[in-house]
């Protein structure tokens, strides 16, 4: 098993910056991409950012992509999230993931273990 645990979401103005954080525990040697997905109530959970646990590459959704950056830090067993450039239309819930298998997954279904979430709102 696998747990994760968000931190660093927050109420921001647009325009502005926040950190997600994203703590692995457990069987973290047995993870190959970390990712990030969010959701607005009345929608489907979308993909937003994955990373190589081990080598990156790295993946971005085309709505983030110049504006969030993933990384990790394989020694804490944490991934991150910094996200610049806010708009209120990334106002969410985002949830941390992590996949077991190989390959990466731009989908919910190629995800085993997910995060509690951590609400992101940005005013306009």
């Known amino acids: 098993q696998v747990q994760l645990v968000e931190s660093g979401g927050g109420l921001v103005q647009a325009g502005g910056s926040l950190r997600l954080s994203c703590a692995a525990s457990?069987?973290?040697?047995?993870?190959?991409?970390m990712a990030w997905f969010r959701q607005v109530p009345g929608q489907e959970r979308e993909f937003v950012a994955a990373?190589?646990?081990?080598?990156?590459?790295?993946y971005y959704a085309d709505s983030v992509k110049g504006r969030f950056t993933i990384s990790r830090d394989k020694a804490k067993n944490t991934v991150y999230l910094q996200m610049n450039s806010l708009k209120p239309e990334d106002t969410a819930v985002y949830y941390c993931?992590?996949?077991?298998?190989?390959?990466?997954?731009?989908?919910?279904?190629?995800?085993?273990?997910w995060g509690q979430g951590t609400q992101v709102t940005v005013s306009s």
């Open positions: 993931t992590a996949r077991t298998g190989s390959g990466f997954s731009f989908s919910v279904v190629g995800y085993n273990y």
């Open positions: 457990g069987r973290t040697f047995s993870i190959a991409t």
């Open positions: 990373s190589s646990w081990r080598y990156g590459p790295t």
